[in-house]
């Protein structure tokens, strides 16, 4: 039982050690302790200020970057708009000049025929006629070459002319 008890001046001794270990400590230790615990401690708090501006920062990039989409975008469309108005504009514009030249090619081939179709009819106006003397000539030196048919043909011809 006596391990139990310690003596009185066991417990003094071991109570003046211990307030000179705390005073040792609180002279040396603790305050390096506590300005090394605050100096982490402002760290942290340094850090997760930054870590929030960042955040802020991060937040505001975006929406600068949607901002900055949707106006390319939007430059995008008009454009193709832009692009898909003068495509209809050439388009259209081919297609009055192709019309107007087709016309004009149509006109000049009508004009053409027209041209051939005369000449071809005066050439056979010419055909006709030479023939058609050829005919009469042959036709006359027959009736011609006999006495009487000669007197007929007068005859009908002055009948002809009487009568006129």
Avoid: C, H, Y
């Amino acid at each position: 039982m006596e391990l139990l008890v310690p003596e009185f001046g066991l417990v003094i001794l071991q109570t003046i050690a211990f307030l000179l270990l705390m005073f040792l400590l609180a002279k040396f230790a603790w305050k390096p302790v506590l300005a090394a615990i605050k100096e982490r401690e402002q760290s942290i708090d340094d850090a997760l200020n930054k870590a929030e501006l960042a955040k802020q920062e991060m937040a505001r990039l975006t929406s600068q970057n949607e901002e900055l989409m949707k106006q390319a975008r939007a430059d995008r469309d008009e454009i193709l708009k832009e692009a898909k108005i003068l495509k209809d504009s050439i388009v259209n514009e081919a297609k009055t000049s192709a019309q107007t030249e087709g016309a004009k090619l149509i006109e000049k081939a009508r004009i053409e025929i027209e041209n051939q179709k005369k000449a071809a009819l005066a050439e056979l106006k010419g055909q006709v006629s030479t023939l058609s003397l050829d005919i009469a000539e042959r036709v006359l030196r027959s009736q011609l070459d006999d006495k009487a048919k000669q007197q007929d043909l007068v005859n009908n011809l002055l009948k002809d002319v009487e009568l006129n």
